[in-house]
């Protein structure tokens, strides 16, 4: 179902959505930013939540029968190579896209930006601490994976062609996959993701730097 928000952001409007993990764009589809912001939605529990939420989000109208047709094929391709990966994860891998990798980064960069909005800018390491369970929630949300599962960690590191210490602490290892991607992507507002690294993702990847979590974690299955 294609649906607008009416909040018209510079960029559009970036939204994730758990169960099943979704990174939402709505965007103006002729890229101008007067045009309706849409984007396809299919799960029908992020349909319902989007349109309850009535001040922001309600069913779009009409749009061109061209675009309505490459949003579609977009968010059906998006579903399909969901489905493939979690074959090919229950087969005893964990593969992920160039195109996913980039979703989480986004995802990532946002929350980040957003933690830091209630102190200080996120860039400044010394004031913003991600803390394990932070990041263990949010890779938890986006890839779908039981985070307290160090051999699942292993396999989505080796799936983005990411090598963790495997002695590490589940928390640990998510930072250093986090700090990876964030040094892998370039991540511009409203625009997709390039290769490479710049000096936005690099003060974001400073920010995930380790530091001593007062919280422990136990539990962590071999």
């Not at 094929?73 to 980039?102: F, H, L, N, W, Y």
């Not at 690099?202 to 007062?214: N, P």
């Amino acid at each position: 179902m294609l649906i607008e928000c009416t909040k018209k952001r510079k960029g559009g409007t970036r939204i994730s959505m758990p169960n099943p993990a979704v990174n939402y764009h709505f965007k103006p589809a002729d890229g101008d930013h007067e045009s309706p912001h849409v984007c396809e939605v299919a799960a029908e529990k992020h349909i319902n939540r989007f349109l309850s939420i009535k001040e922001s989000f309600t069913a779009a109208g009409k749009v061109p029968a061209n675009v309505a047709k490459e949003l579609k094929q977009a968010a059906d391709e998006k579903a399909r190579r969901k489905q493939q990966e979690e074959e090919e994860r229950a087969a005893g891998s964990i593969p992920v896209s160039e195109e996913t990798m980039q979703e989480i980064t986004e995802a990532l960069v946002a929350l980040m930006d957003e933690i830091g909005t209630e102190t200080k800018p996120v860039a400044d390491a010394n004031d913003i601490r991600m803390t394990n369970k932070i990041v263990s929630d949010f890779l938890a949300d986006q890839a779908d994976i039981n985070v307290k599962n160090k051999g699942e960690i292993i396999k989505f590191a080796n799936g983005c062609d990411i090598e963790v210490n495997e002695n590490a602490q589940p928390g640990k290892m998510i930072k250093e996959i986090l700090n990876v991607l964030l040094e892998r992507f370039t991540v511009e507002e409203g625009e997709e993701s390039d290769l490479g690294a710049d000096a936005d993702t690099d003060e974001h990847a400073r920010a995930l730097t380790d530091t001593d979590d007062e919280e422990a974690e136990e539990g962590a299955e071999q």
